[in-house]
């Protein structure tokens, strides 16, 4: 592809998958996806989600999305952050190493609202612990009742874990981790092939949506989610069917009254 390709961002990718993009930018966008391969095959796959969502969560992902949480929000947010990156890449490229801090880094930059931050917080997280052999959690799977019960009290929510034998992943343990609106709950599990998932979930500003959105990049897949006061994260380096498979497990539990 040539280095003059227009860029859009993936919200943007989004927004015109969903038909949310005003007739300007819409044009424009529709423009670089028959020109770019790449893109073409970003809107295939978002669609293929959408469809994919759907016939899982129902008519949840159509309920109406906040001002604060609007694509057009979204997106004037991120022209001035583009024109700046554009100035910026080459250094940042070194600054950061080569496939390192993608999470939270591209995700700030991409946007403020409190579903990219907390998606970022919560790669960040996962690729921060899962590497740990002798410490990747503060209290054991053995403990599982008071790790519940502990983290639930410190996000002063009621946490239903899920479970993810049938999938091949046991339950490792979990820990309390920071984050921007309190305490964060990370948990973790483990396949017979020592791989790892983790699961976030930490309180944010009281939401009237549900909204789903998944990211990959460096071979990890993440499904993240707002539900009302609590914001989720489904984390592996899997595929996306696998990992939708999972979190389609993971939001039945975690939604149980």
Request: aromatic content about 8%; hydrophobic content about 40%.
């Amino acid at each position: 592809m040539s280095d003059q390709r227009q860029h859009i961002d993936d919200a943007e990718l989004h927004a015109y998958v969903d038909g949310l993009l005003g007739d300007d930018r819409r044009s424009v966008v529709e423009a670089a996806v028959e020109a770019d391969g790449e893109y073409a095959e970003q809107v295939k796959a978002y669609r293929e989600q959408n469809r994919r969502l759907m016939s899982l969560f129902g008519d949840v992902p159509k309920e109406e999305i906040p001002e604060r949480l609007s694509v057009e929000r979204l997106i004037q947010q991120n022209a001035w952050q583009r024109r700046m990156r554009a100035v910026a890449a080459a250094a940042l490229w070194l600054a950061v190493g080569l496939g390192s801090g993608w999470g939270a880094n591209e995700l700030l930059r991409q946007s403020s609202s409190s579903a990219f931050e907390i998606a970022g917080q919560a790669v960040d997280a996962h690729r921060i612990y899962t590497v740990e052999v002798r410490h990747p959690v503060e209290v054991a799977a053995d403990e599982e009742k008071h790790l519940v019960a502990w983290l639930s009290k410190r996000l002063d929510y009621k946490i239903h874990m899920p479970h993810l034998t049938s999938f091949g992943y046991d339950l490792v343990g979990g820990r309390l981790l920071p984050s921007k609106h309190g305490a964060a709950a990370q948990f973790m599990y483990e396949n017979a092939a020592g791989m790892r998932l983790t699961l976030y979930a930490t309180k944010t500003l009281k939401n009237k949506v549900t909204a789903f959105r998944f990211i990959k990049s460096g071979g990890i897949s993440a499904f993240y989610w707002l539900d009302g006061p609590v914001a989720y994260a489904l984390i592996g380096e899997i595929e996306r069917e696998k990992l939708l498979q999972i979190t389609n497990v993971a939001y039945e539990v975690l939604n149980r009254p």
